[in-house]
């Protein structure tokens, strides 16, 4: 009887020590993770470390508004854990929704909690979806990414705190930064023409003319484009508000606004990172470099 109970306890312990292993990888697996933007990766990177694998739908350089879905899209998030999205419509007709939907996937929406601008399209109301263009909203967005990443990932609570002040306390320097940088436009110089709508939180926070920017969207979602009607009041509203310089966008064609700006006689101040961050190897490659690249812009065209 004594045998057979140490032979029963060895081979307990032998079952244990071949679990152990097995538990202890897939406690240690990568969290897989899909985002719509590139902005989004960026903070799930930030925020994840190497506990989450990301991987994003649209590449440095697209348009979420009028990106169409291919079936490599569906396949990964058919393979990831969660998926996140910026929300307010900023993809267009909501692929992200659509794509976590059909693979049967938890969505997390990032900009959830703050308190939407309102853009007037056509005598309709809509939320303006480029909230990230304040380090202010951009600790929304930290703050709702570090609670889904906990929530799926208990035991990388610790490390997903502590990423998440660290880089919190880093969008604190970043706003305390612009404000100095911008200390150097006159209030009267403080006013952003750009290639589409997508400066709005921007301008808003940091005293730019609250009638700026005079842009015109890339999608359906939050404009019909550029008309001849809205071309000749953007060159009129550029005339009457003493425009120093205008921009173009990463994610926009810059041919219109040239065209613009050779006709309303003014400077073209540089290009701007708006609905996508810049390439791996950029200034421009996270949301950090990116608005810093912005801000050194803007100040330098307009001062």
């Known amino acids: ?18 679990i152990a292993p097995v538990a202890q990888a897939e406690s240690d697996k990568a969290l897989k993770v899909l985002c719509s933007t590139t902005q989004v990766a960026d903070f799930l990177r930030q925020i994840g470390g190497d506990r989450v694998e990301v ?22 998030a058919r393979e990831v854990d969660i998926c996140f999205q910026n929300g307010m419509h900023l993809e267009g007709k909501d692929w992200m929704r659509t794509l976590a ?18 853009l007037d399209v056509h005598g309709e109301s809509v939320n303006d979806p480029h ?34 002040k660290l880089y919190l306390s880093q969008l604190r320097v970043l706003d305390s930064w ?18 589409h709508d997508a400066f709005n939180y921007f301008c808003a926070e940091y005293g730019f003319e609250n009638r700026a920017p005079v842009g015109w969207s890339t999608g359906s979602e939050v404009g019909a484009g550029m008309t001849p009607q809205r071309r000749k009041e953007v060159v009129g509203g550029i005339a009457s508000m003493g425009v120093k310089a205008v921009f173009f966008e990463t994610t926009v064609s810059p041919k219109v606004i040239r065209e613009i700006a050779l006709e309303a006689g003014v400077e073209i101040g540089g290009e701007l990172y708006s609905d996508s961050m ?13 608005m810093r690249e912005n801000v050194l812009t803007i100040v330098g065209a307009l001062k």
């Open 55 to 76: 991987h994003c739908v649209l590449a440095p350089g697209a348009d979420p508004h009028t990106y169409q879905p291919v079936p490599g899209d569906a396949k990964m």
């Open 178 to 195: 612009i404000r100095e940088q911008l200390n150097a436009v006159s209030p009267e110089s403080r006013i952003l023409v750009t290639s």
């Open 101 to 118: 939907e059909d693979a049967g996937k938890q969505i997390v929406t990032c900009s959830d909690g703050i308190e939407p601008l309102i």
């Open 131 to 164: 909230s990230w263009f304040t380090p202010k909203n951009a600790a929304v967005y930290i703050n709702n990414i570090t609670k889904a990443l906990i929530s799926k990932d208990p035991q990388g609570r610790d490390g997903y705190i502590g990423r998440s």
């Open 278 to 290: 810049g390439e791996e190897g950029s200034s421009g490659e996270t949301y950090i470099g990116m």
């Open 1 to 18: 009887m004594k045998g057979t109970t140490n032979i029963t306890l060895v081979i307990a312990m032998l079952v244990i020590c071949l």
